[in-house]
């Protein structure tokens, strides 16, 4: 299960927690202007935007989980199991298998109009990375500076959602998630109104009863709507520092604590949290075992290379000593 959120202040951010039982020691990968894509059914692309994310390298190729471009696009792939249908090829369409769909919209796309346009002739198709490596049920949340859509492709097709709320989570099908957010139209963060009936005296006996309602399990439903009342409802400075904290807290509301969703023999947490500066280019990360923000920036790296460069990440705690 995962959760990703698009948050701006006086810049972009774009970001999420992901939360699986086990890691792939995936690391924040740089991919630059001239390395080559070599895809399985569309033509190759050679020189394209660079690409910085967090991406598990496998064979010298880059299975992004979340990125963005240089041009400040962003994209994450979010788990949609029993959900997701991926066709066999089709003539008269692009043929995108899966893993190469982040890479494929990030190298030539700047704008989210640029993506609904290319979207028309996509045909996500059921291709794996390799037989260690199955194709993972997906759905994916793309967003520029001005707007978010939610990508499906199910039994019916491909389809595209505007997505005001720029938040994406996991099953149901994010129509779902649309009809869902009207059971909580009564949450608010004000104080709470007595309108349970008007001639009865009600005292509330703590601050923030209006959020009484708001769930906090961890499934994918209530994070969707915890997240978005979480972001939508934040308040915080325009400055750099304020808004990359402010981001983190936003995950932070939804994020897994190990040992609380057992998945089979093991436990699902929070692996990592990201946030990039879109804007900028520079990406944030910490980890379950590191809360300290860790950076790396796009724009320090030469981009007209043609190999990948990747950064392992910091799993271990700093503690700030202070007597």
């Known amino acids: 299960m995962c959760t990703a959120i698009t948050f701006k202040t006086k810049n972009h ?8 039982e086990f890691s792939y020691l995936e690391t924040v990968t740089i991919t630059p202007r001239n390395y080559p894509f070599n895809f399985k059914l569309v033509n190759n692309i ?9 991406a598990f390298v496998c064979n010298d190729y880059p299975l992004y989980y979340d990125a963005t471009n240089e041009k400040g696009l ?47 002739k996509i045909n996500i198709v059921n291709i794996d990375f390799s037989e260690q490596l199955k194709a993972s049920p997906l759905h994916w949340i793309i967003a520029d500076e001005e707007s978010s859509i939610c990508v499906e492709q199910t039994i019916n097709g491909l389809k595209i959602f505007d997505n005001p709320m720029g938040v994406l989570t996991n099953n149901p099908p994010f129509d779902y998630h649309l009809l869902n957010i009207a059971n909580y ?19 509330s006996y703590s601050r923030g009863m209006g959020s009484i309602g708001l769930p906090g399990d961890l499934s994918s439903a209530s994070r969707f709507i915890k997240a978005t009342f979480t972001k939508l409802n934040s308040v915080c400075k325009d400055d750099e520092i304020s808004s990359v904290n402010q981001f983190f807290h936003i995950l932070t509301s939804v994020e897994q604590q190990m040992g609380c969703c057992r998945v089979h023999d093991k436990f699902e947490y929070t692996i990592y949290s990201s946030c990039c500066n879109t804007s900028k280019g520079i990406y944030y990360y910490k980890t379950y075992n590191n809360s300290q923000i860790n950076a790396i920036d796009l724009n320090k790296e030469n981009l007209n290379s043609n190999k990948l460069i990747s950064y392992k990440l910091i799993e271990n705690q700093n503690f700030n000593i202070q007597n």
């Not at 139209?185 to 005292?203: D, G, M, P, W, Y």
């Open 13 to 20: 951010y774009f970001g999420r927690n992901l939360d699986l």
């Open 46 to 54: 050679i020189s394209h935007y660079a690409i910085i994310g967090m």
């Open 74 to 120: 962003s994209m994450a792939g979010l788990n949609f199991p029993n959900n997701a249908y991926y066709f066999k090829k089709k003539n008269n369409k692009n043929n995108v298998a899966p893993f190469e769909f982040i890479p494929y919209i990030l190298c030539q796309c700047a704008t989210i109009k640029d993506v609904k346009a290319l979207l028309k």
């Open 185 to 203: 139209q009564n949450v608010t963060r004000e104080e709470v109104k007595n309108n349970f009936a008007s001639n009865l005296e009600i005292k």
